[in-house]
């Protein structure tokens, strides 16, 4: 738990730099529904002022996810691109 924390404040700093923070939120309730995540997951939604139009994009971090095809456990983190 204390690596999420760490994470996420490492995460609000970029944002808070790249005066970005005001452009992110938070969904503690997402779930991407498959079990080779080991993080953080997220989900790109684009928006105009008025309407919600979709998600674009979502992924996350799947640390095992590679040993699951090797003998090999190689950190990573990917996503996909829909729209």
Request: contains cysteine; glycine residues 12%.
């Amino acid at each position: 738990m204390k690596d999420t924390f760490t994470e996420m404040q490492k995460l609000f700093t970029y944002l808070t730099a790249m005066k970005r923070v005001k452009k992110v939120s938070f969904d503690l309730s997402l779930a991407r529904g498959l079990d080779y995540y080991t993080g953080v997951i997220y989900e790109i939604v684009l928006t105009d002022k008025t309407t919600e139009l979709g998600s674009i994009s979502g992924g996350g971090r799947y640390d095992n996810l590679i040993g699951m095809f090797c003998q090999h456990q190689i950190p990573a983190v990917g996503g996909s691109i829909g729209i």
